[in-house]
């Protein structure tokens, strides 16, 4: 693996991993990532599947945009998000089914 950073420092590659997590980070961001995970959904639909408001959806939306997890594109008055990566939703699925087991 090549240093590509101070000594003492992480690595690029570890801080841009760090950001990442980061932003996967919140349970409704999590939920967004899921339904993602099953092809483009609507802010509409998005609101139905997790059950919080409309204004705290686009909120974490914009968060994964920035994030350049999610990506968005218009399609006629309604804008239609996706995953931009899929092992984005292979991690987020993995993370899900760890928590879940007893």
């Not at 801080?15 to 967004?32: T, Y």
């Not at 919080?52 to 920035?66: I, Y």
């Amino acid at each position: 693996m090549a240093m590509d950073s101070a000594p003492g420092e992480p690595s690029r590659e570890l801080q841009a991993a760090s950001e990442l997590l980061r932003a996967l980070a919140a349970p409704v961001r999590l939920g967004i990532v899921r339904e993602l995970s099953g092809g483009h959904r609507r802010v509409h639909e998005l609101v139905d599947a997790l059950g919080v408001s409309q204004p705290l959806v686009s909120q974490h939306l914009r968060v994964l945009r920035t994030s350049r997890i999610v990506t968005a594109h218009r399609r006629s008055r309604e804008i239609e998000y996706s995953l931009t990566d899929g092992h984005i939703a292979h991690i987020v699925l993995d993370a899900i089914r760890h928590a879940s087991e007893d």
